[in-house]
Every structure is written in C-alpha cells, then in structure tokens.
C-alpha cells in the first residue's frame, strides 16, 4: 500500500477534498478543506490519483467529531465529519454550480432536514457471506462493512437489519435485502435473489405509512422515499405550487407518495407507473382512502398517452430523468404548469435545458431542494416550470 501525504486544499464535491502531490491531482473523499492528511493511493491515473484516508495528521478546524463509528469504513455517508449546516453550505453551491454549468440561474432554497439522524426508512442491505450479518458495501468494494450502530438508519430498519442476521429461512443465495421501516417502526423486507424479489418468512413484504393524506401501502420491493419527515415538507410544497391545479397527470407515480395529496386539490389525477406492481399498489391506495378521481396508466409512460384535458403536470422520474419521447410529449400537452421533482441534479439540469429548447416548452420559474439524505452528498430538488409564451 503506497502511503501519501498531503493538504487538502478545496472541494471537489461536497466532502470529497482535493489536494496535491507532486504534480497529481489528488481526491480524497470525507476530508475537509485545511486537514492535513496520509493517504493511500487507491487509484492513480496520469494526471490524478484517487486516494483513502488513513491518518488525519492535523485536522482541520472546520471539522467536528465524527458521530458514527463505522464513519471511515462504510461507504454510505460522506459528509459527517462536517457540521451539519456547513453540509448545507457544500451541498447548495454543488447544485447551484451544476444548473449554473447548464446556463440556469436561479435563486436555491435548501430545506434542511427536521433530524439529522434516524431519517433513513429505506435501504438496501448486503450480507457478508462469511458472518451471515448484513450491512453496507464498503467505499469502492465489494466487501460488506459493519454497520450495527449506523446513525442514519430508522429504528425499523436497525431491527430489521438484526433479525435479517439470524434469520434461518432467508433463500440460500442471498446477498442483498431490501428494508423499508414506516414512520411507526414497522418495518418489511424483500431479498433479492437473481435479480429477483422474494419475500422473507415471518417478515412483512410491506408497510402502511401515512404522509398526511391517508394510509398508503408501500412495499420493501419497490420504491418508497427515504425521508418521512422530508416527504411530508415536499408535499407541503407540491401543494402550494399546484394550488391551481385541476387536471393532473402525473408521471412515475411508485405507489402513489404523491398520488394522495394531488387528489386532494385535483378534479381529475391521471397517474402513470410502469412497475406493475407498484401501479397496483397505487391503485389499491387511492381506493382505500376513496379517491375516486385517480386513474392508474400502467407501463411505461413513453407509451401511453397524456390525457387531452390537462393543466398540471407533476413528474418524478428515475435518476436517469426523461426520456427526450416524453418530454416532447409533456411539450405538446396542453399544460401550462409543469412540477419536476428529482434526485439527481445533473439530469434535472439537463433536461431544463432540453424542456426550454422547443418553441413553446417549458422555463423554470422557481426550485427548491430539500435534504433527503442527510450526511450524504445527495439531495432532493422540486422545480416549478411554466410556459414559455403562456396562452
Ligand atoms: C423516483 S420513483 C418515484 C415514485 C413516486 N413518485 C414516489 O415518490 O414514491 C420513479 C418511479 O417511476 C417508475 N418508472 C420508471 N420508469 C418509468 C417509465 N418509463 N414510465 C413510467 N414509470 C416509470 C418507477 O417504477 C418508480 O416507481
């Protein structure tokens, strides 16, 4: 192991310092801008060399006490070792940097999270073949790390997590569990066998949480969000922002988070999921809390039509954003008010810029972000887009 020594000189992403050797570029994740630190060469190209932090020689004053003992060795947060608003601070200039670099200027709120621990209700576990335990894959590895006393992990889940280690009925090949816990502590899983979800004996495949606007069925094998309490602020927000709203459709409904609030305020919610089962789930949610103007589309919304009546419309998509087909789709519906929530600022920005390219597509008019995932360098972003040449 080749061991290097260096300062940290400034950010490269939110935690993740740079500093130099010799002529080298060097990035050393869960640093802070002034430690002084030894470092092992993980990876060295050319011009820069990707390094692991071994030994803090002098720590910056900017740091505070890492509060999680599996900090260093786990590969789930990156920003701990900083206070929690300066893990604002870092998280906000990254978002405004990247919309910048797309041409997008606009004045960012970030709504911090309500608890900086215990906020995780969702997460995917891995199981160490050799101790049966599940935890974490550790930073650039296979390797699965300890993490029994994780500090962002929800109550549920840190129950889950014990039981799932001496559990006798889990499938033999089991390497990866899915958790979900609710706001109220119950928590249900589903192993991932082949690529293929099996329910665990004596373990929920499912949960009921509730956002404010009813009992929603969410299951551990599909997408849930990761925050409640965030969840609930960004419904908050969505709300405020559709207060005109009438005709809804909304694209890449899950289970239906937002499903339920939007048809509160909505004449009509045209909701589209392409996972099955999750659709279903959707379905079953709004009829029992008895919305009967919710209309469930089932499959990939490239396919399908967008209702002709429509005002509002409200997208989520996956990391990877939208697909350029349903973006010239959303262009040529009659909408006139577009809400985009994302969770990967890079795709938001490029598809801002690709929404307002067509002759009468869409501007941003205002964004916020809110921190989804506290600790780490990911957030969550809700934009409000409108009209270019509104009729
Ligand atoms: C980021 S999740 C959002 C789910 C939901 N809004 C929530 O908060 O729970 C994205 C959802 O889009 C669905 N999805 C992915 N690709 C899709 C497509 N091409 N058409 C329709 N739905 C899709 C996924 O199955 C997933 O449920």
């Known amino acids: 192991m080749r061991i290097i020594s260096l300062v940290i000189e400034k950010y490269a992403s939110p935690g993740n310092g740079l500093g130099f050797y010799q002529d080298k570029a060097v990035f050393v994740p869960q640093t802070a801008i002034g430690d002084e630190v030894l470092v092992s060469v993980e990876k060295e190209k ?7 932090l071994e030994e803090l020689v002098k720590p910056a004053s900017g740091r505070r006490k890492v509060p999680c003992p599996h900090y260093l060795e786990c590969g789930g947060c990156d920003l701990l070792h900083l206070p929690y608003s300066d893990q604002l601070g870092l998280k906000k200039d990254m978002l405004v940097e990247v919309l910048a670099g797309a041409g997008i200027q606009v004045v960012v709120d970030l709504v911090a999270a309500p608890e900086e621990f215990y906020y995780r209700h969702r997460a995917l576990f891995r199981r160490n073949q050799e ?14 790390a300890d993490v029994s006393g994780c500090l962002v992990l929800a109550q549920g889940l840190r129950i889950l997590m014990k039981k799932l280690a001496v559990s006798t009925t889990l499938p033999e090949k089991t ?14 899983a589903a192993a991932d066998v082949g690529r293929n979800f099996q329910a665990l004996s004596g373990i929920p495949e499912s949960v009921t949480e509730n956002y404010g606007f009813g009992d929603l069925e969410l299951a551990a094998s599909g997408f849930a969000q990761v925050n409640p309490a965030i969840t609930r602020l960004m419904i908050r927000d969505l709300l405020r ?30 909701v589209y999921e392409s996972d099955p089962a999750a659709a279903a789930r959707c379905r ?46 959303m262009v040529k519906s009659k909408a006139s008010h577009l809400i985009y929530i994302s969770c990967n600022p890079a795709t938001l920005a490029r598809d801002l810029v690709r929404l307002k390219a067509f002759d009468n597509g869409f501007v941003l008019d205002s964004l916020s972000a809110y921190d989804m995932y ?15 040449n509104p009729a």
């Open 46 to 52: 050319k011009r820069y060399i990707i390094g692991r």
């Open 131 to 144: 101790t049966g335990t599940f935890g974490f894959l550790r930073r650039r590895s296979h390797q699965v």
């Open 175 to 188: 390497t990866t569990c899915y958790g979900l816990a609710s706001s109220s502590g119950a928590f249900a």
């Open 241 to 270: 922002r559709c207060v005109d709203a009438c005709e809804v459709a909304e694209l890449y409904g899950g289970s239906g988070t937002f499903s339920l609030p939007l048809a509160t305020i909505a004449r009509h919610l045209t």
């Open 284 to 329: 079953r949610n709004a009829a029992r809390n008895s919305l009967e103007n919710v209309r469930l589309v089932s499959g990939r919304v490239e396919k399908k039509a967008l209702p002709d009546s429509l005002d509002t419309l409200v997208v989520d998509p996956p990391r990877s954003g939208l697909q350029s087909l349903v973006i010239e789709k």
């Open 374 to 388: 506290a600790g780490t360098t990911h957030l969550e972003v809700m934009a409000s887009l409108k009209r270019l």
